[in-house]
């Protein structure tokens, strides 16, 4: 049964589920239209742009599990994670609006290659300010969330409706990105007509909204979570501050943990295709698909019930079935899924550019695939939550920021080699052009822009449910190990009364 400090108020899940919102803005910006803006709007090479990324994602790779063992041991008023949740969005929201607007002196000649370096350190600084505060904002809110409670269900409700905020919220930033922001077409300088969203002026007004959010969203979950601070962990007395030999120790100890490490591992390849995919994704929807912006709208539109599905239904299927038989299965079909629709168009069995079933097939595939996402998405961050407390039985810590952190750490050192790979894909074995102009390329790139958005990027998925597998952390052992930790609890609890005890 839960216990009742472990029940936590509805207002208090939707707080904290409200701050999802702030990351997926951002990354809704960053993840979708940082490719296509500055390959194909401002001239920058495919494989500058992933290396870039991949510097970025590398610094914000250590940072976030020094950012995690920081707000473990930080001290104040407001508690542990609090304050970083309060400062967080004003150097982000700063950092969005520099990245997509490059001084325009740099980006009039870039195509021909004259201002490919300039472009290429404005991208790489404030793509890595902009991972540092999103760091400094995730890290303290997903172990704000392992905190808040300790039940096993009570947990999957927290993370599902703070998934439901995010993939929701997500479907509406992209439908109106696509249907409002970046709709229509435009002219270039050589007078086709081109989809809006290749046209660098459009961005203006979207990266401003995004800002706007992002900012509102974080403060206002910050806000409705403070008045948990007082029942929330805090650092042991004593407690040193961080520094070096304490960070690479903590690193070093959360590996030794058996299932924290296949967890880290299935992390590893799965976000290598993540980067692969979100690379690909907007380059196949314009020149593999050759969709407009009215028609990739509908993409987020759809997949919002599909994904608030996928959060609602991850809890009732892990008490029916576990965690770990709801993640294996929602991966499984999640990766065939994400590459279904190109393998079927490379050998000839899928509708036309022009069928009118074209668009109907390939929303209800990516519905499919956002809900086993979302599904997949909860269980992972619930099973995080159970392998810090089994932690915790072997240490004696409460150390959520570091394993949330350190999951980000391999998660994104993978997800930045994924965007680097995508780049050099592109420029050397797609051979994309500049300024490509959708339905005008020759049918070879679109072949082999085809082989690495599907199978190439398919297989890499598969590995990650190999190591998924090897998880073994079930609810009844879990269930024990609460139960060993509140004993422990109570008998900390009674030592000082006995102490008082007459001889």
Not at 15 to 24: D, Q
Request: charged share 15%; aromatic share 12%.
């Amino acid at each position: 049964m839960t216990a009742p400090r472990d029940i936590l108020p509805f207002r208090t899940k939707l707080a904290f589920g409200v701050g999802s919102i702030g990351e997926i803005f951002y990354l809704g910006m960053f993840n979708t239209f940082i490719g296509i803006y500055y390959n194909q709007a401002i001239g920058l090479s495919n494989s500058l742009i992933g290396l870039a990324i991949m510097l970025a994602l590398l610094v914000d790779a250590i940072s976030d599990p020094v950012m995690g063992v920081v707000s473990d041991r930080w001290r104040s008023r407001w508690g542990r994670r609090h304050p970083f949740l309060f400062v967080a969005p004003v150097p982000l929201a700063i950092a969005l609006y520099l990245i997509f607007n490059p001084p325009e002196a740099w980006t009039n000649s870039a195509a021909a290659g004259a201002d490919q370096t300039l472009l290429f350190i404005w991208l790489v600084i404030f793509t890595v300010i902009s991972r540092l505060a999103i760091t400094l904002y995730i890290v303290p809110h997903l172990a704000l969330g392992g905190e808040l409670t300790r039940d096993h269900n009570e947990r999957s409700r927290l993370f599902s409706i703070n998934a439901i905020f995010g993939y929701a919220m997500g479907a509406l930033f992209a439908f109106s990105a696509w249907g409002y922001f970046l709709a229509g077409t435009t002219v270039n300088a050589e007078g086709l007509e081109i989809p809006r969203h290749l046209d660098p002026d459009a961005y203006m007004p979207l990266v401003l909204t995004a800002c706007g959010f992002l900012l509102g969203a974080i403060w206002l979950s910050a806000i409705g979570t403070l008045d948990q601070v007082p029942r929330l962990s805090q650092p042991k007395p004593g407690q040193p501050r961080f520094s070096i030999p304490i960070f690479y120790r903590s690193i070093l100890g959360a590996l030794r943990n058996g299932n924290y490490a296949f967890l880290i591992g299935g992390v590893f390849f799965f976000m290598i295709a993540t980067g692969l995919y979100e690379t690909f994704t907007v380059f196949v929807n314009t020149y593999f698909w050759e969709l407009l912006p009215e028609d990739i709208r509908w993409f987020g539109l759809f997949a919002a019930p599909a994904a608030v599905a996928g959060a609602i239904a991850s809890p009732i299927l892990m008490r029916r079935f576990d965690r770990k038989p709801v993640l294996l299965g929602a991966l499984t079909v999640m990766v065939v899924t994400a590459q279904l629709p190109v393998d079927l168009r490379l050998l000839g069995l899928f509708p036309a550019n022009d069928s009118p079933i074209l668009l109907p097939l390939l929303i209800g595939n990516f519905c499919v695939q956002t809900f086993t996402i979302s599904t997949a998405a909860v269980a992972i961050y619930s099973m995080l939550g159970d392998v810090i407390d089994q932690n915790e039985i072997v240490t004696g810590q409460r150390e959520e920021g570091l394993f949330y952190s350190a999951r980000a750490l391999i998660g994104k050192a993978a997800v930045s080699l994924g965007h680097l790979i995508a780049g050099v894909m592109l420029d050397l074995i797609v051979i994309l052009p500049f300024e490509a102009v959708p339905g005008e390329i020759e049918s070879d790139i679109v072949f082999r822009l085809g082989i690495v958005a599907g199978p190439v990027m398919g297989f890499v998925a598969l590995i990650s449910i190999l190591f998924y597998a090897r998880y073994d952390l079930t609810r009844s052992h879990h269930d024990a190990i609460i139960a060993e930790l509140d004993a422990r609890k109570s008998d900390d609890a009674s030592l000082p009364a006995a102490a008082h005890q007459p001889a």
